[in-house]
């Protein structure tokens, strides 16, 4: 009996050590991935799917009463099925779904554009030639930027330049410029928290493209800097693209009637301030949508403003982000559509004032006064990549800026003198 009662003992540690190993073995680590990270939907509404991947059970939840969402699958790979009721209002509207399975979550933003605008008017083609954007591209020379006036934070003279006139911009037009870009900071409001903008300043404003157009001259007007309020971040974006929308309404119906020889430019450098690096793919994503928001709303008020030509920018206009990271906003309107960069490679020579890198290109003698990476060689290749890149896939680019600022004291007239020799070849090359 004894022995007997001791191989009992022993199953049962074996049944025990086996039923522990088992489950052991049975732990799976869990695993959660969606298929997309975020879904935009249009006023109207609708329904769509969003894939699930897991090797285990799983939920998935809002807090947004416009959206419903119904979960299949939910012990293992599934769907989330999305229904998104009609938005009445005219403003972007954005909610999270969070997606569940132990410590992991994913989350999927749901965005949901405003409805029209009742600004809006059938299209009309009049006056708006038969042009694509890269042959109204050929026509546009040579341009002068209206800078540090119409964007001067602070009113047209706070920056130092003097109220624009017709006589300067007739003298841009005899110095054999043929187009004008017009950086303007919208922010002047008669009622800030509907961002309308002050009709007189919109008056303003108009005046100085008039100028330009009296000219039979080309006359891009954008949105810019304007205090920094287009920052593409996630925390952010609702709101800019609120406010861009909005704003870019009531541009867009102001100077509906004028021609195609008026361009609208979407924004400027958007970038999250003070961060000059490649940007992450939430900034990138955001700026991307601040175009796309621009194009729906220009194109939204219909009229002549269907067939505009229109220009976005890469990621803070930089050459290499914009290759990389530009997505072209969809357009229902084809080929009238261009892409803006800015030129200023190398910055230690073009825009630091307290640098001692004042000596560019194949010339230059002092090697301690040069950057050779951003030579020559470096111009063509940046402008081979936006070629290959956008144009010769019908969107033409124009460089909205560049340039190389003056150095006036360093300290001799010789000194002076070679700096502004190497500024003009370097002007010039570009």
């Known amino acids: 009996m004894h022995y007997k009662k001791q191989v009992f003992q022993l199953l049962a540690l074996f049944c025990l050590f086996f039923l522990v190993n088992c489950s052991k073995e049975e732990e799976v680590a869990p695993q959660l991935s969606v298929a997309s990270t975020e879904e935009l939907f249009a006023a109207s509404g609708g329904n769509r799917d969003v894939a699930v991947t897991s090797n285990t059970g799983w939920t998935a939840s809002s807090g947004a009463a416009w959206v419903t969402e119904a979960a299949s699958g939910t012990t293992g790979n599934g769907k989330i099925s999305l229904s998104v009721q009609p938005n009445e209002t005219t403003t972007e509207r954005s909610t999270i779904i969070m997606v569940v399975t132990g410590n992991l979550k994913k989350e999927i933003r749901i965005r949901q554009l405003g409805k029209t605008s009742t600004n809006s008017i059938p299209p009309d083609a009049t006056g708006m030639r038969n042009l694509s954007s890269l042959s109204l591209a050929q026509e546009l020379k040579i341009g002068w930027n209206l800078g540090n006036s119409l964007e001067a934070i602070g009113g047209e003279t706070a920056w130092g330049n003097p109220m624009v006139t017709q006589q300067l911009i007739d003298a841009v037009k005899a110095a054999g410029f043929n187009a004008v870009r017009i950086p303007v900071a919208w922010s002047r409001f008669t009622d800030a928290a509907t961002f309308k903008i002050d009709p007189a300043w919109m008056a303003r404003v108009e005046e100085v493209v008039n100028y330009v157009l009296k000219n039979k001259m080309y006359a891009i007007i954008n949105m810019h800097w304007d205090g920094g309020w287009m920052q593409p ?40 301030d003070g961060d000059y690096g490649t940007p992450k793919q939430e900034y990138y994503t955001v700026q991307n949508s601040f175009n796309q928001t621009f194009v729906t709303a220009v194109r939204a008020t219909g009229g002549r403003n269907a067939y505009r030509h229109l220009v976005v920018q890469g990621f803070n206009t930089n050459i290499d982000h914009a290759v990389n990271f530009l997505t072209i906003p969809t357009d229902p309107t084809p080929q009238r559509m261009m892409v803006e960069v800015h030129y200023y490679d190398p910055y230690n020579f073009s825009l630091n004032e307290n640098s001692n890198i004042t000596q560019w290109g194949k010339d230059a003698t002092d090697g301690s006064k040069t950057e050779t990476w951003a030579n020559e060689a470096y111009v063509d290749a940046q402008f081979q990549k936006v070629k290959t890149k956008f144009i010769d896939k019908g969107y033409p680019v124009i460089l909205g800026e560049y340039g190389a600022i003056a150095r006036l004291n360093l300290g001799s007239d010789a000194a002076n003198t070679e700096h502004a020799a190497y500024r003009k070849y370097y002007t010039e090359y570009v």
Do not use: I
Not at 259 to 270: I, K, P, R, Y
């Open 233 to 272: 971040t996630y925390a952010k974006q609702e709101y800019v693209n609120n406010r861009l929308r909005t704003m870019w309404q009531q541009v867009a119906v102001r100077f509906r009637n004028y021609d195609d020889h008026l361009l609208f430019a979407g924004t400027n450098e958007v970038m999250v």
